[in-house]
């Protein structure tokens, strides 16, 4: 492996590539729960000429490579192998043009998504991406594993936020459609197959992103429901009464909810427990006219028993309150000593039985580990986190995964296959579509270089 790595010293200089004890702790490890593991080698290109040159060379040795941003990945994608060599783009950072008349952001890759944030703000815009990890995951990350997050609902996952691309290729080819137009329909869109997949047919390097107007008047409630048909009810009467402007519809359950007030110290929301909580937030437009009708449609809600107790934000401190509960598992989840983490969907009028058959497997199976349901009903997708002393992450796995599969849903709704998921991939996709797959990942990878063991 020296070649490799006399070669790309050659091409990049010894400030670009580094070996050994000179690879960061942070090169070690996403987020996954993976035991953190040591590269062959981290390379640093600082433009995209760099990633070409570290790519040609690698491809030219069959030399794998993993793509690393900002290291927030759920599924272990960014989780080097010791025969790896780690390329990350931590150093391809910087909005590069934001174009108010196209309502466009184009950034290098290795952006954090919150300063893409920020940046469309002060344009009198707004991103429609976020997720709870914004001040660390980057663009190209997100753009990878085309992920979700808390504005899927009004402006769908990353993928349709991006209008154009630039991506090398394993060979090194650097190909770039940085698209600014909504309509183009110039042949194959090659660039939507690089979105979700995982860093595994090339590497992103810039984005174009379309950027949204602000919403106005946005209000936040947090409704009390009798159950999952109660709140898939409430979903189509808010989505009927604030038409294009429903941002929000969390759900949070009773065992989440005790979890909130037990582990991480939340105030009860509402003086009894209930079944189904629902965060809910709106846009209806600015001063006394959009708050009187965000109250009025609850307040009708309310009053024909399709929300049996309800909390209105009257400040920025309330709805920041409402939110800590739904952002809660940030805090005890780290602290658990061993814990399962799902990312699943099921077809939305099926949600309310699957939650109940994970419920009573966690009864059975582990009844003495935290066990929490909540996510994001509105886009069909939940989380499930299983958690304490002993437990056999394989077999909660297997169980969990098991019913997933039972109901036609994803093992994957937003977070990616990477390597933790890899063996589950074919409980929601056809040997067909996997073969196809492989298919598209030996036409753009021959050598199977990038991202290998990840997703196939």
Known sequence: MSAVLDDLHAALGADCVRAGADIPARAHADASGVAPTRPLALVLPRDVEGVSRALAICHAHGQPIVTQGGMTGLAGGAHPYETDVALSLERLTGIEEIDVEAGTLTARAGTPLQV????????????GIDLGARGSCTIGGNVSTNAGGNNVLRYGMTRRNVLGLEAVLADGTVVSSLNK???????YDWTQLMIGSEGTLGVVTR????LQPRPEGVRTALCAVSDTRAALRLLRVLERRFAGGLL???????????????????????????ELLILVEAAT?????????????????LEDGLVVDAIVAQSESDRARLWAYRESPYEYQPK????VSFDVSFPRGRIGEAVADMQRAARAHWPDALSVVFGHIADSNLHLIVGGP???KKAVEERVYGIVASYGGAVSAEHGIGRNKRAYLALSRSEPELALMRTIKRALDPADILNRGRVL
């Open 207 to 210: 984005v174009v992103l379309a």
């Open 336 to 339: 658990l000593p061993v814990f």
């Open 390 to 392: 002993g437990i056999d």
């Open 116 to 127: 893409l944030q920020e940046a469309a703000e002060e344009a009198g815009f707004m991103l």
């Open 181 to 187: 137009m909504l309509k183009n329909n110039s042949g």
């Open 248 to 274: 929000v519809f969390e759900g949070m359950w009773r065992d989440f909810m005790e979890a909130a007030t037990r582990e991480v110290g939340l105030a009860p929301p509402f003086a009894e427990p209930h």
């Open 285 to 301: 437009g600015e001063g006394e006219a959009g708050t009187a009708r965000f109250e009025e449609v609850l307040g009708a809600v």
